[in-house]
């Protein structure tokens, strides 16, 4: 099956800027993430969604899974569940590990669902 690729432009604008704040990721009172060099990436309407790089994350407190979804403007999504907390947080991370070449900064990054963790930018 051929997938839909599609290109950023003004009837759908995706920028990705780098966000000089600190940004925490945390669930349950556990830190799963914390940098300066995160990513904010805008995309069209939707709400900005703050790229945290691997590199700056807990990845010991994350689990992949074999949910996997398809933007075609970003390409392959795949997921981690959070295992810190109460309970899991269920496919609470994604990452785009080969992204379109439109948004190939966020390769290496991972984005959290902020009802699953709680995003402080400060």
Request: with cysteine; charged share 20%; proline share 9%.
């Amino acid at each position: 099956m051929t997938k839909t690729v599609l290109q950023p432009g003004p009837a759908h604008p995706i920028t990705v800027t780098p966000n000089p704040a600190r940004v925490v990721v945390t669930r349950g009172g556990r830190v799963i993430a914390d940098t300066r060099r995160a990513l904010t990436l805008q995309e069209a309407s939707y709400p900005a969604v703050h790229y945290v790089p691997r590199a700056d994350a807990d990845l010991s407190l994350l689990e992949r899974t074999e949910h996997s979804t398809y933007c075609p403007y970003k390409g392959d999504a795949s997921y981690f569940t959070i295992t810190a907390g109460d309970a899991p947080a269920e496919n609470a991370v994604w990452t785009y590990e080969q992204p379109y070449d439109a948004v190939s900064e966020i390769r290496e990054y991972l984005a959290f669902y902020p009802d699953q963790v709680e995003i402080t930018v400060s």
